[in-house]
């Protein structure tokens, strides 16, 4: 087979399968995995795929956006495990930010009992959650995502560069071991990488869902994070695969 063959048969593969593996590629036709990763990345190059960790995806597997009244009630037990091992990380007196999201929404339920934290938000779920907390809550400002919730553009971005937090809990869009952390739009990855650059450290909240994906617009590597906080449902393969890159913590579904 040819490489011109090859590689359409590849694009075949994906369009009808919707991912391949690389290994089972490469004994099926015969040749080295290393050939298959080339052909792979000269498809991603043509935008006919999104090359993962050991394979490849169809561009069906982009993450989007995806409007808060639909994701409100999905995966409810793995993010409110996450937010629950997130907890510990929060430090009397802290000042926190927490990223537009569900499961950032779902920290903020647990710690709307105290008082002696400060929480930065671009989420008005989040600071509507927070209304009778008595932690002190600030709300960054900017254009209001409609139906999703998120504030977003140069007010915002404004905001944030101005301020210092101790910890940054980062809301997670897809992750993927080649690319690390993305987000749908080039605006909200800027604002989510302004929030990075505001904390001291950040932590990636993310449930079983996220993983093995990529969004348009880059946010961060692994490098610039912690670690990353998801549920005991997420395949232990996936975790043994990110633990190379970064810290993992799993919470325990009730």
């Given amino acids: 087979m040819f490489p011109i063959e090859r590689r359409k048969w590849l694009e075949q593969q994906i369009l009808v399968n919707k991912k391949i593996d690389i290994e089972e590629v490469s004994q099926q036709l015969d040749v080295s995995s290393m050939t298959i990763r080339r052909d792979l990345k000269e ?7 999104i090359r993962t960790h050991g394979g490849a995806v169809s561009l069906e597997m982009l993450a989007e956006e995806v409007p808060y009244s639909s994701k409100a009630t999905k995966n409810n037990e793995q993010k409110k495990a996450v937010a629950s091992k997130a907890l510990p990380l929060i430090e009397e007196n802290f000042t926190i930010i927490l990223d537009s999201g569900t499961t950032t929404l779902e920290l903020a339920r647990l710690l709307k009992p105290r008082s002696d934290l400060t929480i930065v938000t671009n989420d008005v779920n989040i600071a509507n959650e927070l209304l009778d907390s008595s932690n002190k809550v600030i709300v960054t400002g900017g254009e209001l995502q409609q139906g999703i919730g998120a504030l977003y553009g140069s007010a915002t971005q404004k905001m944030l560069e101005i301020i ?6 980062l809301g997670a869009h897809a992750i993927d071991l080649e690319s690390g952390v993305s987000a749908p739009t080039f605006e909200k990855s800027m604002i989510k990488q302004l929030m990075v650059n505001a904390a001291e450290r950040t932590w990636l909240l993310a449930d079983n869902s996220k993983f093995n994906k990529k969004a348009f617009s880059k946010v961060c590597s692994f490098t610039e994070i912690e670690g990353i906080i998801t549920d005991r449902n997420t395949d ?8 190379e890159k970064t810290k993992i913590l799993l919470g325990d579904i009730q």
């Fill in 43 to 49: 498809l991603e190059a043509k935008g006919k795929v």
């Fill in 164 to 169: 210092y937090a101790d910890i940054f809990f």
């Fill in 236 to 243: 232990p393969s996936i975790i043994e695969a990110y633990q």
